[in-house]
């Protein structure tokens, strides 16, 4: 199976047609206001109207208010919600759609458990802990914490650059990966080489498991 690709955090239009055309699968799109890769419902609009054929929309929320979902599901053509709070698992399938939940990984959490609870989530995203954020802190966590198999598609995140990628494809074999700050050259900016450089190297971890796994 192919590793499939979301980059997240974009905010600007050319960047997220770069990534389309290197052959992203997703690009996620923040509506995180304390986040340096925030993008307003006018910023957004613009993103997902260059984009390509077959480039899925990803919309992420942090405990965000019902009235502020529902805005932007009704002004954004979006694929998939990924929820990156404490949200519970009535809220996350509240609105119709796709979801994913996301997880910050620390020694207390039991991903077997939490996606019983979220049994009808599109995937776990998987990503490192850190006490001051949310997400895209360029932080890894310990592979070993994930169950093999797991009930639900894992998305690998957390401090995955093009340096790892491939090594995280084969070690985890993971459904997808998510990146954002590993791609970037300044926050909220993406690299268009580190881009292609960590799509490339995804494919590389892919080609390279099933060649060692037919030896």
């Known amino acids: 199976m192919r590793t499939r690709v979301k980059i997240c955090g974009f905010t600007r239009v050319e960047d ?19 986040s340096p890769r925030h993008v307003t419902i006018a910023q957004a609009r613009k993103i997902v109207a260059a984009l390509p054929a077959f480039t899925s929309v990803v919309a992420l929320f942090v405990d965000e208010l019902d009235t502020n979902i ?10 998939c919600i990924q ?9 996350c399938r509240h609105y119709g759609k796709p979801y994913i939940k996301a997880l910050r990984m620390q020694a207390n959490v039991d991903v077997s458990e939490v996606a019983a609870r979220y049994v009808d989530a599109a995937g776990l995203l998987l990503d490192a802990y850190h006490p001051g954020a ?6 890894c966590f310990d592979w070993e914490m994930i169950p093999r198999p797991c009930p639900l598609p894992i998305i690998l ?3 995955l650059e093009p340096a790892n990628a491939s090594a995280a ?6 459904y997808a990966v998510d990146v954002s700050s590993g791609v970037e050259a300044d926050k909220g900016v993406k690299d268009a ?8 190297k995804v494919n590389e971890g892919d080609r390279s498991y099933y060649y060692d796994a037919t030896l």
């Open 157 to 159: 995140a957390g401090g």
């Open 193 to 200: 080489a580190k881009i292609a450089a960590f799509i490339q």
């Open 70 to 79: 529902r805005d932007v599901l009704n002004q954004v053509s979006v694929d």
């Open 134 to 139: 949310q997400g895209g802190t360029g932080s």
């Open 83 to 91: 929820f990156h709070g404490d949200e519970p698992p009535e809220v």
């Open 169 to 174: 494809v084969k070690a985890v074999r993971p």
């Open 16 to 34: 997220a047609v770069c990534a389309a055309q290197e052959g992203v699968d997703a690009i996620g799109l923040v509506f995180y206001p304390p």
